[in-house]
T-cell receptor, first 115, second 113 residues
Framework: DVKVTQSSRYLVKRTGEKVFLECVQD?????MFWYRQDPGLGLRLIYF?????MKEKGDIPEGYSVSREKKERFSLILESASTNQTSMYLC????WGTGSTDTQYFGPGTRLTVL | GESVGLHLPTLSVQEGDNSIINCAYS??????FIWYKQESGKGPQFIID?????DKRQGQRVTVLLNKTVKHLSLQIAATQPGDSAVYFC????????????FGTGTSLTVIP
């Protein structure tokens, strides 16, 4: 079974803090994704990565950055957290590389609250 | 982004009945679809997928139907159980856009014992 883990289930941070969300997958997947999920809006793609040290902006990258130093780990960084970044953050991974399509498997999510 | 929507935001069914959850998509170039189940406080869980060269696919107690003519997708759950209570949403992938998906907002299914 594919396993995607996220470092925290719940986080509470203050405005202006730097926040790191970590995601690890154990199935040697090439693709990794970060989404945020808000009521009534569904999942929105923040950033994704097709390979180590490679990243691409999704639909809502503003205020976020990412890091992929190892194939199994994809980090989402909030350089200076703001209250409008309070959300559920979901990490996902999938098997194939660019141009292919495969199922995305999700982690359990991190519920971030910014005060 | 693409518009992927659901006809009904909430659905209540009696335990043992069949459930049907619908999804509309707008891009005729979409060629791969996934249904996810998300329980409260958890991440989305893959249920079943279907590619555009098929119109029906069956899993354990679940069936997905794809009607490309009207750009409509449905998830049928047979003999619905209390453990099926969750939010269900569909995701579509548009051909040649790589591994990016567009997600619907979800339908909340409540199973009444």
């Amino acid at each position: 079974d594919v396993k995607v883990t996220q470092s925290s289930r719940y986080l509470v941070k203050r405005t202006g803090e730097k926040v790191f969300l970590e995601c690890v997958q154990d199935m040697d997947h090439e693709n990794m994704f970060w989404y945020r999920q808000d009521p009534g809006l569904g999942l929105r793609l923040i950033y994704f990565s097709y390979d180590v040290k490679m990243k691409e902006k999704g639909d809502i990258p503003e205020g976020y950055s990412v890091s992929r130093e190892k194939k199994e780990r994809f980090s989402l960084i909030l350089e200076s957290a703001s209250t409008n970044q309070t959300s559920m953050y979901l990490c996902a991974s999938s098997l194939w590389g660019t141009g292919s399509t495969d199922t995305q498997y999700f982690g359990p999510g991190t519920r971030l609250t910014v005060l | 982004g693409e518009s992927v929507g659901l006809h009904l935001p909430t659905l209540s069914v009696q335990e043992g009945d069949n459930s049907i959850i619908n999804c509309a998509y707008s891009n005729s170039a979409s060629d791969y679809f996934i249904w996810y189940k998300q329980e409260s406080g958890k991440g989305p869980q893959f249920i079943i997928d279907i590619r555009s060269n098929m119109d029906k696919r069956q899993g354990q107690r679940v069936t997905v139907l794809l009607n490309k003519t009207v750009k409509h997708l449905s998830l049928q759950i047979a003999a619905t159980q209390p453990g099926d209570s969750a939010v269900y949403f569909c995701a579509e992938n548009i051909s040649n856009t790589g591994n990016q998906f567009y997600f619907g907002t979800g339908t909340s299914l409540t199973v009444i014992p």
